[in-house]
């Protein structure tokens, strides 16, 4: 059973000797860029979830109570907390729950190996704790389990959710099939509850020079237009006059 949170800062551990990067690799390259596709979503388009403030990232420890080891999601995602920017300070470098005031209010944990857990004392400790969604992406199909997995705290437990909206949080998440960064696979993919995914800051970028290149053919399509009809006036304006009549009368 998981220690309780801190009921009081003043009951917060000196954090001297806290070890909060153990500079472990990420463990391959699906899971590296499948993080950053999630991360960097929301960061280039922050209008979408319900607080004007929030933390997502990735391979960051979560701790939770007194003198017990870190939780590590491979992703997650706390709302209404800000970053302090101070990063020489120790406490604002991971994400102390007793700091933040709150755990993370979404978990991604993505399976790289049949033995991380991730439906076994994950999804008792990350309920324990208090985080409201918890995500399970099986990209290479190692444990079993359908692909996409999503559960919904009730009590202190979980309980498996049939989408994959989450909407205490108003973002929800799909899987996609699409190129990102070169590779062409399923990706996870946040989503709005209509199940539109999400745009990168650099999928944003390209609409725009899309939209833009659009906008650009349209108006030259409108000066073709605008120049051919002033050539019809002239030719019909010297046509009137070859008959001895006043094109401006």
């Known amino acids: 059973m998981l220690q309780d949170l801190p009921p009081d800062v003043e009951l917060c551990p000196d954090i001297t000797d806290l070890v909060i990067e153990d500079d472990a690799p990420v463990d391959h390259l699906i899971s590296e860029k499948q993080m ?24 960051v420890g979560v701790f939770y109570a007194l003198k017990q080891p870190p939780l590590v999601p491979d992703v997650f995602l706390s709302l209404d907390v800000a970053v302090p920017q101070d990063w020489s300070q ?4 991971t994400y102390l729950v ?21 439906l076994g004392r994950k999804l008792t400790d990350y309920a324990q704790i208090g985080v409201a969604y918890y995500v399970v992406f099986d990209p290479l199909q190692q444990l079993g389990t359908p692909l996409l997995q999503t559960f919904e705290r009730s009590g202190n437990h979980y309980r498996a959710m049939t989408t994959a909206w989450f909407e205490g949080v108003g973002v929800g998440l799909t899987l996609w099939d699409g190129e990102f960064e070169g590779k062409r696979d399923r990706w996870l993919r946040w989503c709005t509850q209509s199940g539109t995914v999400i745009p990168t800051g650099f999928e944003r970028a390209q609409q725009e020079r899309q939209r833009a290149e659009a906008e650009r053919q349209r108006a030259e399509a409108e000066r073709q237009r605008a120049d051919a009809a002033e050539m019809r006036a002239a030719r019909l304006a010297e046509q009137l006059r070859s008959l001895g009549l006043d094109p401006d009368a």
């Not at 120790?90 to 470098?93: A, C, M, S």
Request: aromatic share 8%.
């Open 98 to 118: 007793w700091e933040f005031g709150k755990p993370p209010d979404v978990v991604i944990e993505i399976v790289s190996n049949r033995v991380g857990n991730e």
């Open 90 to 93: 120790k406490q604002n470098r």
């Open 36 to 59: 950053r596709l999630l991360t960097e979503t929301l960061y280039s388009n922050p209008q979408v979830l319900s607080a004007d403030q929030f933390l997502v990232a990735a391979n």
